[in-house]
């Protein structure tokens, strides 16, 4: 089972970018999805998470209000939408998943399956 992220590149200050998470080996429509990411030099930090449902989503302070999560599971996506995006938010963004019936974790060691990471870069 892989989670392959996509979408990452370089923007500027104020920029937006649209990172995907897609699953290959298994449909993912009833896990919880979550995105962390990882600055050089720092540790892998959480930045959102969503339940199977749209409604339930959870977000990081120093992103709330600029990233939203969502997913289609019809596609079997997770999408990360990421607006007004700062320096401070470059980093190697990663999508996680934790089986279903549990609850959106913050911590790494909730999530059971990991992607290769997209490469997030924005320059001032």
């Known amino acids: 089972v892989q989670l392959q992220a996509s979408g990452g590149g370089l923007v500027q200050a104020g920029g937006s970018l649209r990172l995907s998470c897609a699953p290959s080996?298994?449909?993912?429509?009833?896990?919880?999805m979550g995105w962390f990411r990882q600055a050089l030099g720092k540790e892998r930090e959480f930045v959102a998470g969503?339940?199977?449902?749209?409604?339930?989503?959870y977000y990081a302070d120093s992103v709330k209000g600029r990233f939203a999560i969502s997913r289609d599971n019809a596609k079997n996506t997770v999408y990360l939408q990421m607006n007004s995006l700062k320096p401070e938010d470059t980093a190697v963004y990663y999508c996680?998943?934790?089986?279903?019936?549990?609850?959106?974790?913050?911590?790494?060691?909730?999530?059971?399956?990991w992607g290769q990471g997209t490469l997030v870069t924005v320059s001032s």
């Open positions: 969503i339940g199977w449902s749209d409604s339930n989503t």
């Open positions: 080996g298994r449909t993912f429509s009833m896990y919880t």
């Open positions: 996680a998943a934790r089986p279903p019936g549990f609850n959106i974790a913050i911590d790494v060691d909730g999530y059971d399956y």
